[in-house]
């Protein structure tokens, strides 16, 4: 079969799993990309092609404002992350079972050490936001970046309109819908967007939120309400995220009910790991102090109203 019918059959069968926007980068070179050799991890290890995918987590249903718990961000009420592995395993199955190939061949890219924001843009995923988040098309920055190896040289998809791609030259096509008053970086109340696509990591809520900084400067405590876990402001804001987003539906990961500031604070250690276990928040690099730390600022907010 030619290579052109086999990206369709893949395409085909990456949106029959729930996936809202199917590209493909041909060939992946990590050490053109990235800069660096593929060394022995095999996260940075080319191949002939790369599927890159996006998974929708949406605006409404458990994504909503009213979403269980509402202390935690949207896109880590689920873990989608576990969810986008599963859905690509089951079509790198089908694909393999259809075109052959070693399991090997086939190598999922989540949450993973390479960067998926370029893979993002050079395959037209989607555009960068003053957020420093990737814009798609169909589900604004509500979606979950993953990305599937294939020992297949496939017809590769080009970055989208008004995207350039030399060092530190982005253009924002998909933000002049804003004008020159960018509504994500209007919305940050701790003003952590730079305006060039970057974070200022040291006044970002959500790093914090991820357990990093010594301590929290009054400056962030002072505004920080009822993010248990994740801040939004940015995505909340962004007009590409007002409309109707479906998100996909799963169970996985799902956090108990009583998963509460109050209830993290009056936890052992042992009680949060295993109420996250599976879940968004069970990475390694978020453990209970870190838990404990902005349930504390909750509080402290709560307590100030």
């Known amino acids: 079969m030619d290579p052109a019918s086999i ?23 990590p050490g053109t990309i990235f800069n660096r050799l593929d060394g022995t991890d ?6 002939p092609s790369l599927l890159v ?42 694909v393999r079972a259809r075109f052959g190939g070693q399991r090997s061949d086939y190598r999922i890219l989540c949450n993973s050490p390479v960067p998926e924001k370029p893979l993002a843009l050079l395959c037209g995923l989607g555009w960068l936001g003053k957020n420093s988040l990737i814009i798609t098309p169909e589900a604004g920055s509500l979606v979950i970046i993953a990305a599937m190896t294939l020992p297949f040289q496939l017809p590769g998809d080009s970055p989208l309109s008004g995207v350039f ?23 940050c109340p701790t ?40 801040c939004t402001y940015c995505q909340d804001a962004c007009p ?14 799902k956090l ?21 276990q599976g879940s968004a928040l069970g990475m390694q690099w978020l453990g209970p102090v870190s838990l404990r730390r902005n349930a504390s600022l909750v509080l402290r907010r709560k307590s100030s109203v």
Not at 58 to 69: C, E, F, R, V
Not at 258 to 269: G, Y
Request: glycine share 8%.
């Open 165 to 187: 791609l030399g060092a530190r030259a982005l253009a924002f096509p998909a933000c002049k819908v804003c004008g020159d008053s960018p509504a994500c970086m209007n919305a």
């Open 191 to 230: 003003k952590a967007l730079s305006g060039d696509g970057t974070v200022q990591t040291d006044r970002c809520i959500q790093w914090y939120a991820s357990g990093n900084g010594t301590t929290v400067p009054n400056f962030v405590a002072d505004v920080w309400e009822n993010q248990l876990y994740g």
């Open 42 to 47: 095999n996260h940075w290890k080319g191949a």
């Open 53 to 94: 995918v996006a998974l929708p987590y949406g605006n409404s249903g458990i994504a909503g404002a009213l979403g269980q718990p509402s202390t935690i961000a949207p896109f880590a009420r689920r873990n989608y992350y576990a969810e986008a592995v599963t859905r690509l395993k089951d079509v790198a199955k089908n």
């Open 256 to 276: 108990p009910e009583f998963f509460t500031a109050e209830w993290v604070l009056s936890s052992s250690d042992e009680s949060i790991r295993k109420a996250v």
């Open 240 to 253: 590409y995220n007002k409309k109707k987003i479906k998100g996909s539906d799963t169970e996985r990961g």
């Open 7 to 29: 990206a369709d059959y893949i395409r085909t069968e990456a949106y029959d799993k729930g996936f809202s926007r199917v590209r493909f980068l041909s060939p992946y070179n």
